[in-house]
């Protein structure tokens, strides 16, 4: 992804936070990844591009990613990644702005 990219992931992911746990600023891993999954999905049938850069991989035993959760590891700043209770909270408290594509 280039750098570009990862600060848009990073919108869209504080975002979703915010949108589906307004108050706490925590989600489950699986559904954040869901969420970034649909949009892309619903980005490719709308507009016939994609959303985010994330490099999706899908199997028998379901939907997995490759970049998303060394992503949330890597930005300390913006995200802290609980392995035990699976989930993910966003640190920053402005939302930001997303517009369908910038």
Not at 69 to 94: G, K, N
Request: charged content about 25%.
């Amino acid at each position: 992804m280039s750098s570009e990219e990862m600060i848009n992931l990073g919108d869209i992911i504080i975002y979703l936070i915010d949108a589906v746990s307004h108050e706490r600023k925590l989600i489950e891993q699986t559904l954040l990844l869901l969420l970034i999954y649909l949009c892309d999905w619903h980005s490719c049938v709308k507009y016939n591009r994609r959303f985010t850069n994330v490099q999706w991989l899908v199997s028998k035993y379901g939907l997995a990613d490759e970049g998303l959760e060394s992503y949330v590891r890597q930005h300390t700043e913006m995200f802290r990644s609980d392995d035990v209770a699976m989930t993910v909270e966003c640190l920053p408290t402005t939302l930001p702005v997303l517009s369908e594509f910038h």
